[in-house]
Nanobody, 123 residues
Framework: VQLVESGGGLVQAGGSLRLSCVASGGTFLSYSMGWFRQAPGKEREFVAAITRSGSNLYYANSVKGRFTISGDVAKNTVYLQMNILKPEDTAIYYC?????????????????WGQGTQVTVSS
């Protein structure tokens, strides 16, 4: 399975971005998907996840109420809508896939990763 992220960029604090992650080479519905991020000098951290059924969504407390994860089965794509962005949201954002019906907030429990897309929020 290959995952390719896009949609990152530079935005001012309070602005919005929508990240996309296109999956290929596998059956999209077999995977639960997650978004993670990693800032310089910090460990990779969980942002949001969606079960492969799309019925359950999970968010880190730091993004709850501001970010929304969603999926489009027809397009084999997972999105991360990010609103009210803050400078502390600056990081490389990674899409990940887990061959399971359940999600996880632990990076080690994901089987596939994209190359990442940079998000920079200026103050």
């Amino acid at each position: 399975v290959q995952l390719v992220e896009s949609g990152g960029g530079l935005v001012q604090a309070g602005g919005s971005l929508r990240l996309s992650c296109v999956a290929s080479g596998g059956t999209f519905l077999s995977y639960s998907m997650g978004w993670f991020r990693q800032a310089p000098g910090k460990e990779r951290e969980f942002v949001a996840a969606i079960t492969r059924s799309g019925s359950n969504l999970y968010y880190a407390n730091s993004v709850k109420g501001r970010f929304t994860i969603s999926g489009d089965v027809a397009k084999n794509t997972v999105y991360l809508q990010m609103n009210i962005l803050k400078p502390e949201d600056t990081a490389i954002y990674y899409c990940a896939g887990r061959y399971s019906s359940g999600t996880s907030s632990r990076p080690a429990e994901y089987d596939y990763w994209g190359q990442g897309t940079q998000v920079t929020v200026s103050s």
